[in-house]
């Protein structure tokens, strides 16, 4: 099993920046992915960054590409989401997600641990 725990959320105005951590405990040998996943209310949870445990590669959903950085420090098992720029509509719940999986990791059902979410609100 492995554990992840966010934080970092909040309130922040328009074209305001947010750093989101998750934090990963428990067995994460074996973990190919770490992402970040978004949900807004009535809306379906949606991809917003993954990055590859093992490696460097990273992957960025077109809405956040340039505003968004996704990071990761393997020594602590953290996991990060620079998030710059902020718009009203990146207002959502976000959930980080870790996946054994090694394709399909823009694909919410690919990932087998999900963290309780952190809410981030942008006000315009």
């Known amino acids: 099993q492995v554990q992840l725990v966010e934080s970092g959320g909040g309130l922040v105005q328009a074209g305001g920046s947010l750093r989101l951590s998750c934090a990963a405990s428990g067995r994460t040998f074996g973990v190919n992915f770490m992402a970040w996943f978004r949900q807004a209310p009535g809306k379906e949870r949606e991809f917003v960054a993954a990055?590859?445990?093992?490696?460097?590669?990273?992957y960025y959903a077109d809405s956040v590409k340039g505003r968004f950085t996704i990071s990761k420090d393997n020594a602590k098992n953290t996991m990060y989401l620079q998030m710059n720029s902020l718009k009203p509509e990146d207002t959502a719940v976000y959930y980080c997600?870790?996946?054994?999986?090694?394709?399909?990791?823009?694909?919410?059902?690919?990932?087998?641990?999900w963290g309780q979410g952190t809410q981030v609100t942008v006000s315009s």
């Open positions: 990055i590859r445990w093992g490696g460097s590669s990273t």
């Open positions: 997600a870790a996946a054994r999986t090694l394709w399909g990791w823009t694909n919410a059902a690919q990932y087998d641990y």
